[in-house]
Nanobody, 126 residues
Framework: QVHLVESGGGAVQVGDSLRLSCAVS????????VAWFRQAPGKERDFVGA????????YYGDSVKGRFTISRDTDKNTVYLQMNSLKFEDTAVYYC???????????????????WGQGTQVTVSS
C-alpha cells in the first residue's frame, strides 16, 4: 500500500522560504511519479509540479516557475518542495500525490493520481 505523508507547512511572511517534505512508503519514489498540488479555499486543486518516474525530469506549474524547486532524496524515499519568494497567493493546503501509471499528458490533472497525502497548510501573510 502506497502511503504519502506531507510535512513542513506553516505560517510565513511574504518573501520567506519554506520546504515541504513528502515521505513516500510502499513504493520507491523512483518508480512512481510524485507531484505537488495545492488548493486554496474555494478554489480547485492546482498543479504545482511533478517529478516524473522514469526520467527524473521535473515539471512546474507556471505560477511557481523560478520560485519553487522539487528534489528527491532516494535514501529517505522523500520528495521535497522548496518554496522561495513566497507570495500571499501561495497560501493553500499543499498535497503530494503519486501514481505509477500516469501518462505525461495527464500529469497536471488531480484525479489521475491514485495516492494522496493528507495535506499541509501553508499560510503567507504580509
Amino acid at each position: 500500500q502506497v502511503h504519502l505523508v506531507e510535512s513542513g507547512g506553516g505560517a510565513v511572511q511574504v518573501g520567506d522560504s519554506l520546504r515541504l517534505s513528502c515521505a513516500v512508503s510502499g513504493v520507491t519514489s523512483r518508480s512512481t511519479t510524485v507531484a505537488w498540488f495545492r488548493q486554496a479555499p474555494g478554489k480547485e486543486r492546482d498543479f504545482v509540479g511533478a517529478l516524473w518516474r522514469s526520467t527524473g525530469k521535473i515539471y512546474y506549474g507556471d505560477s511557481v516557475k523560478g520560485r519553487f524547486t522539487i528534489s528527491r532524496d532516494t535514501d529517505k524515499n522523500t520528495v521535497y518542495l522548496q518554496m522561495n519568494s513566497l507570495k500571499f497567493e501561495d497560501t493553500a493546503v499543499y498535497y503530494c500525490a503519486a501514481d505509477a501509471h500516469l501518462i505525461l499528458s495527464t500529469m497536471t490533472t488531480p484525479h489521475q493520481y491514485d495516492y494522496w497525502g493528507q495535506g499541509t497548510q501553508v499560510t503567507v501573510s504580509s
